[in-house]
Each structure stands twice: as structure tokens, then as C-alpha cells.
């Protein structure tokens, strides 16, 4: 080890699961480094590595939506964690969904176990970053007007920063502050838990239907001291007298097959997994149209494949149909209604019914997830090729990203209860009263004196609100590979300018440069090839420093 030398210094600005996953890809990189390497790791937030979604403080009843059998985030080798079941103190069946806070607390392990080895160095700064500026080759960081560096490289890693709410969603703010209307977050759900010990004979309305409204129906419930017994919900008593739950199209999302033995058979052939590898490269560095063509052509046989595995025929033509709409229109196929659609998931995913064009793609879609990253993040997409592939992908989510089949079952058992009502659930209209909302679909009126909002802010970059990146985004550094997306950057995450120019040593990996990237609000992103493309340029860039410096 060169100790006559200072430091090399890296920056990584939040604390979450891609930030471990960038420190454990470069520490392997840096192993043949002979300078001491010092990393200062910023966040405001307590725990390591676990992020706010992972929380190891989180409520039991938050799940993971990742079956245990499909959690594949590597440990390095030198790791004495091992991976995330064997680590656990018992031994987990493989098709539960684990507790966030589980995972939160094994990411945990896995950073202070990266920490003790000692090089790099890792050092944290509890605070959030809130400017940065050029020094020399490298950057300093303000926190709280101070400043920090010089640091020969920065990766930015914020997840979901702070963001401007939406018109709806500011406009109740601003309603609940002057009426004493109760308008309440889904996260942390422990504080959800604590405000709903009040509500017990509240008519509640919950909006948003995607994944974290299975998180608040189970605080709601669960949490207030009910039980599910036999497919059945057996009341507390402490629980709402009335769940409403809406959104814009009133649809649950899907839940993944049941078991491993259901899920395999959704694997599609090697030779078409083969073939849409090649077509999702081809696809990204086209124009829309052709990108279209060239997925469909590669995804038809795929999902005729799996759909006759099924003993289920369906003809190429039914196949692009469906694809057309869902590029037009996620989800315009089915006019089925809130429950029915909550009910076909149910037994769609427990084998009872046979799949249909949008399950088995959509398991297909899921399985393809690392696939789809490896073909789209390395090249440069056309701006609006982006938009179309990352908005069919994000529309997919509601059968990719599916909830355990456990929380369809629930929400299927509180409606059967009376306590979760879906008589408004497909976009109602939403007028204030003087204590609260009031919903009203058709003839039909109900008025709610709970609000929980269940929506997560979209990664629209230019919503944030953060300073950090509003900085950057004023002074040109960070720019909207397009309106309403992430941030413009490399395959290696190195952050690209408002004129098209690679910033030196500034990075950022994540949710914030969707567009650039796909498909990343996963555990599986945070810890796989984004994060070596990153390691590997910056041990490479750093070995170039050292090779000028004299010895
Ligand atoms: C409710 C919820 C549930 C989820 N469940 C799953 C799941 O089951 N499976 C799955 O694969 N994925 C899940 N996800 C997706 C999830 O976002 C990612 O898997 C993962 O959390 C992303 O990690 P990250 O480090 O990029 O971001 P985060 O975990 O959000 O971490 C970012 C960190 O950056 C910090 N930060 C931001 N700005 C600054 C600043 N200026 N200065 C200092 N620090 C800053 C924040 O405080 C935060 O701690 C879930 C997401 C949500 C919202």
C-alpha cells in the first residue's frame, strides 16, 4: 500500500441499496489499488444501505414483492453474509415474500461487513448534500453550507428525491392544512400504524392501487389488531369502518404465480430469449416504429411458446393485437371491472384459470428483466425510442412487478368482509367538503374524512425538489434525456451535460436517470452490471491519477 501518498477520495451521495451495490462492485475492482481508497457515503438517513423502501425500523406487514425464490442479489465473495435466505436466522420457503425490514437489515450486515474489510475505506457523513462545485480534476460537496473534498469522483445515488407534489395532491395539502382533514402518507408505514389507532369508525379512501396499497390495507387491518383466518377476515373492531380504494383505471395489479412449480413453466424457450436479446438491442438504438416491429416479432413466438406449454392456443394475430394496444394503451384489452379483474389475478396465479395473453407475457416480461437492462442501459436510445420502451415496460409492471398472491387474497377477503370497498375505484370524481372528500362515481356519493395517499412521485427530473439536483439541473450539469424522464447519462452512469458533454467524474446511477437506463426500481438493478459498469470506470480512471502521480 502506497501510504506516502494522500488518499484517493470518491463521494457517494445516498445511502440506499445501489449505493452498497456500487461499493461492493468497486471494492472488488480496487483490489490490486495500491493507495489508500477513503469513501464518504451521504445520507440523512440512519441505517446503511438499507434505503427508506428496505428500512430495517419499517412494520412487519410491509412485504417484499419479490418472491424469496427470485431474490438474486450477489454477495461479493468476500462476503461472510452469504445470500439473503442463508443469512436469515430460520429457513425461509422459498415462494414467500420476505419483510422489507429483513431485507433492509441484511443489507445492513452486508455493509458493515464490506466496512470492517477495510479497503476502501468507508466513512459516513449523516446529512443531505445539498450543492456541488468543480475543484481542480474533482468536486466538493455543501452540507449544510459547509464545504467537503475535494473528491476526485462523485456518484450520485438518490433513488426518489423529494418532489413537487402533483396539482391533485397539493391542492388537498393545502385543504387538510386549513380544514383539519386528514391526508396521510403510506410511508413509513410504522407512522401510518400509529395515525390509524384514530380512525376506527372513519370512512377512509386510499389513492393509488398500485403495490403499496396491499402495505396500507395491511397496517389498516392487520395492524389494528384483525386477522385473516381460512380466507376469511376475522375484525378488530379498531380497523376503519370503510376502505375506499381508487385510481385513474380502478385495477389492481397481478400477482405472481403461486409457487415455484407454477411460475417455471413461464420461462420461454432459451432460442426466444436468445432472439429478443438481440431484438431489445437492435430495438434501442432505433426509431420508434421499428423498435416496435422488432420487439413484437421477437416476443410473438416467445409468448406462443409459453401459452402452448399451457396447452392454450392462440394465434399470432392475437398476440400482436394485444402487444398493439399494450403500446397504445397499457391495459386497454380487458374491460374487465376493479373486482373481477382482482379475481382473475387470483386464479390466474394460483393455476385455477389458464393464462391469457397479458399473464403469460407478463411472466415472461418479468423473467426477462435482466435481459431487457443488458440490451437497453450500454447503448444510446433515441429520445423518443426511450419514452415508447420505458413506458411499455413501466405498463407492464402491473403483471411484472406483481403483488404475492397472499395480498390479492386479503384484498379479495376485506372486500367479501364490507370493509374494503371498490364501489369507486375506477377514477371517481373528487370533490372537498368542509372536514374532508367527498367521492362520487355515477349516482353514487361517499364521503371520507382519511385520505392516504399510496402514489409514488414519477421519475420526472425536473418535479424534484431537492437541491442538490435542482443545482445541477439550473447550471445545465443534469438534463432530461426527454420531458417528463431521468436524467441524460452514460452507460457507466458518468453524467451528460445540457450540450451533450460527458461531465469528468460526476455519476449517477438509478430511478433519477430512467430513459437513460430501464427497469430500474429493482433490488436486482441496484446490485448487478450498472453498478460494475461504474466500478470498473472509476478504478480505472483512478489507476490512471495514480500511473501520472510519481512514486
Ligand atoms: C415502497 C417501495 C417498495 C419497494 N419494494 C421493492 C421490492 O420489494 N423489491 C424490489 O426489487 N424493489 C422494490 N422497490 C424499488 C426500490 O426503490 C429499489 O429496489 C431500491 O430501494 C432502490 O435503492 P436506491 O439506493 O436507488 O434508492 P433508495 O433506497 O431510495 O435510497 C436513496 C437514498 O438517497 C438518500 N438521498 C437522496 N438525496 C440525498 C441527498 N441530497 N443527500 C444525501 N442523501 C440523499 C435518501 O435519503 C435515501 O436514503 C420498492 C420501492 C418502494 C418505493
Avoid at 157 to 168: E, K, L, R, V
Avoid at 192 to 209: P, S, Y
Avoid at 356 to 377: H, M, S, T
Wanted: some cysteine.
Amino acid at each position: 500500500m502506497k501510504t506516502d501518498h494522500p488518499a484517493l477520495r470518491i463521494a457517494v451521495i445516498g445511502a440506499g441499496p445501489r449505493s452498497l451495490g456500487a461499493l461492493e462492485a468497486l471494492a472488488a475492482d480496487l483490489r490490486e489499488e495500491q493507495r489508500a481508497v477513503q469513501i464518504d457515503t451521504f445520507d440523512p438517513f440512519p441505517a446503511n444501505a438499507a434505503g427508506p423502501n428496505f428500512d430495517p425500523e419499517e412494520s412487519p406487514l410491509c412485504l417484499l414483492n419479490t418472491a424469496m425464490r427470485d431474490i438474486d442479489i450477489r454477495a461479493p465473495r468476500s462476503s461472510k453474509c452469504g445470500a439473503f435466505a442463508d443469512w436469515l436466522a430460520h429457513d425461509p420457503d422459498l415462494d414467500s415474500f420476505p419483510l422489507r425490514a429483513d431485507l433492509g437489515r441484511y443489507l445492513e450486515a452486508r455493509h458493515t461487513d464490506l466496512a470492517a474489510q477495510g479497503h476502501p475505506t468507508i466513512t459516513r457523513v449523516f446529512g443531505r448534500a445539498d450543492d456541488l462545485r468543480p475543484n481542480g480534476d474533482g468536486w466538493e460537496i455543501s452540507l449544510h453550507g459547509q464545504w467537503l473534498g475535494p473528491y476526485d469522483e462523485v456518484l450520485l445515488t438518490p433513488g426518489q428525491p423529494a418532489s413537487t407534489p402533483d396539482d391533485q395532491l397539493s391542492h388537498w395539502q393545502n385543504h387538510a392544512a386549513r380544514s383539519g382533514a386528514i391526508l396521510a402518507n403510506a410511508y413509513p408505514a410504522r407512522n401510518l400504524a400509529r395515525a390509524a389507532e384514530q380512525w376506527g369508525d372513519k370512512t377512509v379512501a386510499i389513492r393509488g392501487m398500485g403495490l403499496s396499497v396491499f402495505d396500507v390495507l395491511r397496517v389498516l387491518t392487520l395492524g389494528l389488531g384483525g386477522r385473516f383466518e381460512h380466507g376469511k377476515y376475522i375484525a378488530s373492531g379498531r380497523e376503519p369502518a370503510r376502505i375506499l380504494l381508487f385510481s385513474l383505471d380502478g385495477k389492481p395489479p397481478f400477482p405472481k404465480p403461486e409457487t415455484g412449480e407454477l411460475d417455471a413453466p413461464f420461462t420461454p424457450p432459451k432460442a426466444d430469449t436468445e432472439a429478443f436479446c438481440k431484438a431489445m438491442a437492435q430495438a434501442s438504438c432505433s426509431a420508434p416504429d421499428k423498435a416496435r416491429e422488432l420487439l413484437n416479432a421477437a416476443i410473438i413466438p416467445a409468448v406462443r411458446h409459453v401459452l402452448e406449454h399451457h396447452a392454450v392456443t392462440v394465434s399470432d394475430k392475437d398476440i400482436a393485437d394485444w402487444l398493439d394496444k399494450e403500446w397504445d394503451v397499457p391495459g386497454s384489452q380487458s374491460s374487465d371491472g376493479p373486482r373481477e379483474t382482482l379475481q382473475a389475478g387470483i386464479e390466474l396465479a394460483s393455476g385455477q384459470r389458464a393464462p391469457d395473453i397479458g399473464f403469460a407475457f407478463g411472466q415472461i416480461w418479468r423473467k426477462w428483466q435482466d435481459e431487457i437492462r443488458a440490451a437497453y442501459n450500454p447503448v444510446e436510445t433515441p429520445p423518443d425510442t426511450a419514452e415508447q420502451i420505458v413506458g411499455f415496460d413501466e405498463g407492464l409492471k402491473r403483471y411484472s412487478y406483481g403483488q404475492p398472491i397472499s395480498s390479492a387474497r386479503e384484498m379479495e377477503a376485506l372486500i367479501e368482509a364490507g370493509i374494503v370497498d371498490l364501489g369507486h375505484a375506477a377514477d371517481p370524481q373528487l370533490d372537498l367538503t368542509p372536514s374532508g372528500w367527498q367521492l362520487t362515481s355515477g349516482n353514487r356519493q361517499t364521503e371520507v374524512l382519511v385520505m392516504v395517499d399510496s402514489v409514488l412521485p414519477s421519475p420526472n427530473l425536473s418535479i424534484t425538489t431537492d437541491p442538490l439536483i435542482c443545482g445541477l439541473m439550473e447550471n445545465g450539469k443534469l438534463t432530461e434525456i426527454t420531458k417528463g424522464m431521468g436524467a441524460r447519462t452514460a452507460p457507466d452512469g458518468t453524467v451528460i451535460d445540457v450540450d451533450g458533454t460527458p461531465i469528468p467524474h460526476l455519476c449517477l446511477l438509478g430511478r433519477m436517470s430512467l430513459g437513460s437506463v430501464i427497469a430500474a426500481d429493482s433490488l436486482h438493478d441496484c446490485f448487478g452490471e450498472a453498478a460494475n459498469r461504474w466500478a470498473r470506470g472509476v478504478a480505472e480512471r483512478l489507476k490512471q491519477k495514480s500511473d501520472k502521480e510519481p512514486a
